[in-house]
């Protein structure tokens, strides 16, 4: 089993319509949650960074983390086209600095 | 806003050469990350340095060292380029300080080709 599980898509949605990013992660002890976007060609850029059960919201973004269940999610409202690119999910890991990546999950907005 | 640099966008070398990536942070970070990201394998640590003259290994460090002198800097080092190790580099760097702790910011990357 992967440390760190994603689809990889693509997930295609229109544009305008809410998508739906989902991440799993084998770690129990693991405490900060990470979703960066990258295009292609380009290094990975942070979205959001969570560390509570619950959802964290910025903007068109919201993080959903539920440690129980060991599954982090990302929302993104109102897609747009600029929105297509490769989501990552990222965990620390050992109680540690280090952090696995996901082999991330290609979104495609449709104008 | 965070700053991490690398040295080269693009590098082109010969098998066998001896290959130098570097990369600076100016956010006075103390941790330094390598990785490697290829096609359909994701992002694998290649090396990973928590203070200044400190490293540790990650999954992937055959083939590679690394140094650290000073604390903005932390340089890749492939001691004989093999064309298996083509690929995107890229370094991140990390605070242990406060909130946002261990949070990575990454440097733009480099476009490495061993022929």
């Known amino acids: 089993q992967k440390e760190v599980e994603q689809n990889s898509g693509p997930l295609s949605v229109p544009e305008g319509a809410i998508a739906s990013l989902n991440c799993t992660y084998s770690?129990?002890?693991?405490?900060?949650f990470f979703w960066y976007r990258q295009y292609s060609g380009k290094s990975p850029e942070l979205i959001m960074s969570?560390?509570?059960?619950g959802d964290k919201e910025d903007g068109r973004f919201t993080a959903q983390l539920n440690k129980a269940s060991q599954y982090v999610s990302l929302l993104i409202r109102d897609s747009q086209p600029s929105d297509s690119a490769t989501y990552l999910c990222?965990?620390?890991?050992?109680?540690?600095?280090?952090?696995?990546f996901g082999s991330g999950t290609r979104l495609l907005v449709r104008p | 806003d965070v700053k991490v640099t690398q040295s080269s966008r693009y590098l082109v070398k010969r098998t066998g050469e001896k290959v130098f990536l570097e990369c600076v942070q100016d956010?006075?970070?103390?941790?330094m990350f390598w990785y490697r990201q290829d096609p359909g394998l994701g992002l694998r640590l290649i090396y990973f340095?928590?203070?200044?003259?400190?490293?540790e290994k990650g999954d992937i460090p055959e083939g590679y060292s690394v140094s650290r002198e000073k604390k903005e800097r932390f340089s890749l080092i492939l001691e004989s380029a093999s064309t298996n190790q083509t690929s995107m580099y890229l370094c991140?760097?990390?605070?242990?300080?406060?909130?946002?702790?261990?949070?990575?910011?990454f440097g733009p990357g480099t476009r490495l080709t061993v022929l």
């Open positions: 991140a760097s990390s605070t242990e300080q406060g909130i946002g702790a261990d949070t990575q910011y």
């Open positions: 770690d129990r002890v693991s405490q900060s």
């Open positions: 969570i560390y509570s059960n």
């Open positions: 990222a965990v620390n890991r050992d109680s540690s600095y280090k952090l696995i």
């Open positions: 956010m006075d970070h103390e941790n």
């Open positions: 340095s928590y203070d200044v003259k400190m490293k």
